[in-house]
């Protein structure tokens, strides 16, 4: 157990750089101001945190840790049972939910990816999260993967839709983010279909 006040400190620098960041930007934004609108005092900060860049992605994994436990509640709330489906649903979760918050979107610059949650899914105990990775590892598009195939699927389809929120929503390239939705979920649902012992990969000589 940790201790709660140093925690409650850690988490008012957070709730301090991110109110900062959105308003200001990552380089307008200086640990002085993070250290100020925190009203604490300089030193506190390196207690907790390297330097700006260490305290950015803490909450960059802080927030993809919510945007995922939500669009994962979602999903489970949706009564739906086909697993393609169920996936769909849960990108589109993620996807409006950055409609809805552009700036926050801006704030991550990408950095919603699979390194991210990566490290988030391996340390979750949300008990909303380990059964969305426990569906994902036991559906029928994962059977006939080796572990590390059905990995480097969720790394493909994570990193996909991270940038293809940035680029419609931000950049609006190559088109609005609605107008590429049908799309991209057409490539999920392809990436998705189980494989046949004919599709399975066989090891070279």
Not at 13 to 39: H, N, P, W
Not at 121 to 146: C, E, K, W, Y
């Amino acid at each position: 157990m940790g201790n709660p006040r140093k925690e409650v400190k850690r988490q008012n620098l957070m709730d301090s750089a991110y109110t900062l960041f959105l308003e200001k930007g990552t380089l307008g934004t200086t640990i002085s101001d993070i250290v100020q609108r925190a009203d604490v005092a300089k030193g506190t900060f390196y207690l907790y945190f390297k330097d700006k860049d260490d305290i950015f992605h803490a909450l960059v994994e802080r927030i993809s840790a919510r945007v995922v436990s939500d669009a994962a509640r979602a999903v489970q709330e949706s009564g739906l049972t086909d697993f393609s489906a169920r996936v769909i649903f849960f990108a589109d979760c993620i996807i409006e939910y950055f409609k809805t918050s552009p700036t926050v979107l801006r704030l991550l610059d990408r950095h919603f990816s699979w390194p991210r949650l990566e490290h988030q899914l391996a340390t979750t105990t949300d008990p909303v999260v380990l059964s969305l990775i426990r569906n994902v590892l036991d559906s029928p598009a994962m059977q006939g993967r080796t572990e590390q195939e059905m990995w480097h699927l969720v790394f493909v389809l994570t990193e996909m839709v991270g940038a293809t929120c940035y680029s419609s929503i931000i950049e609006m390239r190559p088109a609005p983010i609605d107008e590429m939705k049908p799309i991209l979920y057409n490539v999920i649902r392809a990436a998705l279909r189980p494989q046949s012992a004919e599709q399975a990969p066989t090891a070279r000589p």
